[in-house]
Nanobody, 114 residues
Framework: HVQLGVLGGGLLQAGGSLRLCCAA??????MGWYRQGPGKQRELVAS???????TYADSVNGRFTISRDYARNTVYLEMNSLKPEDTAVYYC???????????WGQGTQVTVSS
């Protein structure tokens, strides 16, 4: 069973930067971040597979960077040039090896004011 612990989030002004951190227990295949804005569906922000291949949403490409510490089973999301439309609850996601089950961390609120 995989458990995820999330750090980060907060309130900041547009143009600012913020870093989210998520640590996982267990054997992990893919880790990533999703977000759900007010009145919107949950969407992929960025993910990183076991081979280091990254995927970004078009809306954050060039502003956000995902990185992963494989030894610590930790994934980071560096968010720069934040915009009000980045306001959302951000969720850490991990897919386990073997049965490839999705696990979710607790959401963390990121609010960007204009």
């Amino acid at each position: 069973h995989v458990q995820l612990g999330v750090l980060g989030g907060g309130l900041l002004q547009a143009g600012g930067s913020l870093r989210l951190c998520c640590a996982a227990s267990g054997s992990i295949f893919t880790m990533g971040w999703y977000r759900q804005g007010p009145g919107k569906q949950r969407e992929l922000v960025a993910s990183m597979g076991s081979g280091g291949i990254t995927t970004y949403a078009d809306s954050v490409n060039g502003r956000f960077t995902i990185s992963r510490d494989y030894a610590r089973n930790t994934v980071y999301l560096e968010m720069n040039s934040l915009k009000p439309e980045d306001t959302a609850v951000y969720y850490c996601n991990a897919v386990s090896y073997g049965r490839y089950i999705n696990y979710w961390g607790q959401g963390t609120q990121v609010t960007v004011s204009s």
